[in-house]
């Protein structure tokens, strides 16, 4: 006779740590969580993180949720708890360009991979912020609404998008015309509204549709490879007539005369 091992509690008093600790008296320590920062966003990097935390330790984090929910403020505040109390943890920066040659989702399959991957001691276990990633080398189960639900997750969330925020925010530095400190390269009304006056930069995401008919507008060429031909996305979007002129040093013109012809064929 066939004997399935005993089912896993998890007792909803626990709150965000109640996932890991089932998993913990399991014997599946140490639990690690998975998360990124802006896949939803058309400029600036994917950034994925993973954490370990110790079970006990609730207390230390309170506070702790999906970074989306907290203040910039709290999210500082609980960046600073996460890197001092953490077992372990790794960040993956994946910059547009990457993201452009292999496309957003695969990108941050691979990145999920490369920050458990990263950690110092193999997880017994994985949890993951919303859908299965094949090829981990552990355990693991992808959770709905991971970073509201399971500690670790919630922490690994902490981490990427502060980092990622960071980053932004020394980008606009660089590119203020964008307002990138602001709204972190997601397609808000001040963020559409730049693209359309100045084009995009080498720091967006050419294949996106709404950053592909910005450039063809502008008639600006991709700065690095793209997977998806912005030519398409031209097509997708009517074939619009290019701009007459675009802003200078944001991207390159060249080629961007048969892109645009190829475009409305």
């Not at 920066?93 to 490369?114: K, Q, S, Y």
């Not at 980053?167 to 606009?172: A, F, L, Y």
């Not at 001040?190 to 080498?202: D, F, I, K, N, R």
């Amino acid at each position: 006779m066939i004997c399935n091992p005993p089912r896993a509690i998890v007792r909803r008093d626990a709150g965000i740590w109640a996932l890991q600790a089932a998993l913990d008296r399991r014997g599946l320590g140490p639990v690690a969580g998975v998360d990124e920062a802006g896949r939803g966003a058309c400029a600036g990097p994917l950034v994925v993180a993973s954490c370990v935390l110790r079970p006990k330790d609730a207390a230390k984090f309170e506070g702790l949720t999906d970074s989306k929910l907290l203040t910039a403020a709290a999210r500082d505040r609980m960046y600073d708890v996460v890197l001092s109390r953490a077992v372990d943890c790794a960040v993956i920066v994946i910059p547009a360009a990457e993201v452009d040659l292999t496309g957003v989702h695969v990108a941050n399959i691979e990145g999920m991979r490369r920050a458990v991957a990263q950690l110092g001691a193999h997880p017994g276990y994985v949890l993951t912020d919303g859908f299965r990633v094949p090829g981990l080398a552990a355990p693991n189960m992808p959770v709905v609404k991971g970073d509201r639900v399971a500690a670790c997750v919630a922490a690994a969330s902490v981490l990427a998008k502060v980092t990622r925020d960071r980053i932004m925010e020394g980008m606009h530095d660089a590119l203020p015309v964008y307002g990138f400190d602001v709204h972190k390269g997601y397609n808000t009304p001040v963020h559409t509204s730049a693209l359309v006056e100045h084009g995009p930069s080498a720091e967006h995401r050419w294949s996106y549709a709404n950053v592909a008919s910005a450039a063809i507008r502008h008639g600006l060429e991709p700065p690095h490879r793209v997977a998806r031909s912005v030519a398409a996305i031209g097509v997708v979007q009517n074939g619009a007539p290019p701009a007459a002129a675009g802003v200078a040093g944001l991207a390159t013109r060249r080629g961007a005369d048969s892109m645009i012809t190829r475009a409305e064929a």
